[in-house]
């Protein structure tokens, strides 16, 4: 098992930035690939950003050059640092984690993040 515990988020205005973080515990030897997904009111659950055990990311077109994951295998934290942040990127935010033997996902809680125009 995996314990997901995210903190950060909040309310921001419109060009500013925010720094989400995730700490796993339990079976963290276990965890393959971290990331971030948001939810908008009203619609489904997208990508933001991964992250593999080796540093290798992906982003969602609509966050790159803005959004940066970044992971520390040693805290077992992933980190989301935002900048630029538009109203379009009010969501809540959950933090996600792969594991293998056995595979599993794993979601943490949610952040809600508020961008104000």
């Known amino acids: 098992q995996v314990q997901l515990v995210e903190s950060g988020g909040g309310l921001v205005q419109a060009g500013g930035s925010q720094r989400l973080s995730c700490a796993a515990s339990g079976s963290t030897v276990r965890i393959s690939n971290m990331g971030w997904y948001r939810q908008a009111p009203g619609k489904q659950r997208d990508l933001v950003a991964t992250?593999?055990?080796?540093?290798?990311?992906t982003y969602a077109d609509s966050v790159k050059g803005r959004f940066t994951i970044s992971r520390d295998n040693a805290k077992n934290t992933v980190y989301l640092q935002m900048n630029g942040l538009i109203p379009e990127d009010t969501a809540v935010y959950y933090c996600?984690?792969?594991?293998?033997?056995?595979?599993?996902?794993?979601w943490g809680q949610g952040a809600q993040v508020t961008v104000a125009s």
């Open positions: 992250i593999t055990r080796g540093q290798s990311t």
């Open positions: 996600n984690a792969d594991t293998f033997m056995p595979t599993r996902t794993y």
